[in-house]
């Protein structure tokens, strides 16, 4: 599938954009492993979070749904995970293979877990190190990459550890295997990532502690069924924050979008550049903070992005890239070395975009440097990235031609019916199926 795009359009009206990725994932992997039914509202229905879905349905759980959004996890406990009879498909989904390696190691059964080829491609020696100093037995593919064999009935002890770069999805791999370790597991964070487990952990009634960047847990307790109600993914509202900035007259409203304060860096970010963003209604669900945001048309500037905002929107850098071309003068990225192992080398890849575009830009070995610009027109290679493909869709709303944007078919992984929703809002987007 690709995407063709037709040149301007206005950013007007109101949405909701669908469930959080990252809590939807968790909201089935620790209602799967709590005593008693955890119903969940707002859940995400894209092909990452199904692969979370269909994993833990492989080894006995019963999830019924999701219908609309809902559905009902009818938790096994802590030890009630029965050895799936075929390896796990985790899809494209780094957050599901990354978090089922720290939960699986403390099975009794062993399980091997794989994905599609982008998948197959991404680093996991970063969980593998931290879950072998637990004492867990995993296996890699020779680069350390998918698929990976987690032997079960190993003793796990619970460790200190240091984490060398930013990243949740390694925070909360071992957080995870800690429930099943003898003994407390901590983990320091060289800087706040996303916070969406150890806000669950305590939603299902686990102690987790949180100080001076240290969060440890016990192992050995339990976790009591209750109900979530999923914020809308910024993730996926990043796109229509940025759309809404760069075209002129929008305006637009994204209601109930997850405020998490470790995933706000694309506000503050866009707001540094000049956005005219503001929150409203601002309350908190389920433990996580959500609020309504307008978002109005504004000139944005070119800025150097703070370091202490990086980690918090890693996720949404493609968008942002996107505004930074828009922008009047140079916007400067750095310490950003993460997003050359997601879904694709999303620096590389937005490079070669961008300068499709016309844009110029360098590349540097931990970000980028973007000299904002007019846009012109031209064919997009995704490289198998859905991020990549919603921002230069977006991008055509200050295009000066049509821009043809390929292989978004992995759109669906995170927002599925994107391009509708985006056609309702204003952009000018088609679909076409070879």
Not at 253 to 261: R, S
């Amino acid at each position: 599938m690709e995407f063709q795009l037709l040149p301007g359009g206005v950013i007007s009206g109101e949405v909701r954009v669908p469930g959080d990725k990252s809590i939807s994932h968790r909201s089935i992997m620790l209602g799967a492993i709590a005593d008693g039914v955890t119903l969940v509202s707002g859940f995400l229905e894209g092909e990452d979070a199904l692969a979370t879905v269909a994993a833990f349905r492989a080894m006995g759980v019963t999830i019924e749904g999701p219908d609309a959004g809902e559905l009902a996890v009818h938790g096994v406990g802590m030890h009630g995970l029965q050895p799936p009879l075929s390896p796990l498909d985790m899809g494209n989904s780094g957050t599901s293979i990354r978090l089922l390696a720290g939960l699986l190691a403390g099975q009794s059964f062993s399980t091997e877990l794989s994905g599609d080829a982008s998948l197959c491609k991404r680093p996991m020696g970063r969980v593998i190190d931290p879950l072998r100093l637990m004492g867990a037995r995993i296996e890699s593919a020779g680069a350390g990459t998918p698929p990976l064999r987690v032997h079960g009935g190993q003793r796990l002890q619970g460790i200190h550890y240091d984490l060398p770069m930013a990243s949740a999805q390694v925070k909360s791999c071992v957080l995870l295997a800690g429930l099943y370790a003898e003994g407390r597991t901590s983990v320091t964070e060289p800087a706040p990532t996303r916070d969406h487990t150890e806000r669950m952990l305590r939603g299902f009634g686990y102690p987790v502690a949180s100080e001076n960047g240290v969060i440890s847990l016990a192992g050995g307790g339990r976790l009591k069924a209750t109900d979530i109600d999923v914020p809308a993914d910024i993730s996926s509202a990043a796109f229509f924050l940025v759309a809404a900035s760069i075209a002129p007259d929008s305006d637009l409203l994204l209601t109930h979008v997850g405020i998490n304060p470790t995933r706000t860096g694309v506000i503050t970010i866009l707001k540094l550049m000049g956005a005219d963003i503001s929150l409203k209604n601002q309350r908190e669900v389920g433990g996580e903070p959500v609020a309504d945001i307008r978002v109005r048309y504004a000139p944005l500037r070119g800025i150097e992005i703070p370091l202490e905002q990086v980690p918090l929107a890693i996720d949404e850098f493609p968008a942002l890239f996107i505004a930074a071309a828009c922008a009047d003068g140079r916007t400067v990225l750095r310490g950003a070395e993460e997003l050359r192992v997601k879904e694709s080398d999303r620096i590389a890849a937005m490079a070669a975009g961008l300068a499709t575009l016309g844009v110029e830009c360098e590349v540097l070995e931990d970000g980028i440097i973007i000299d904002g610009g007019p846009l012109g027109g031209g064919v997009i290679d995704t490289y198998h990235d859905h991020r990549i493909a919603m921002s230069f869709a977006i991008a055509a709303l200050r295009a000066e031609s049509v821009i043809r944007v390929l292989d978004c078919d992995h759109v669906s992984t995170s927002f599925p019916g994107f391009d509708a929703l985006a056609r309702g809002l204003g952009l000018q987007i088609s679909t076409r199926v070879d």
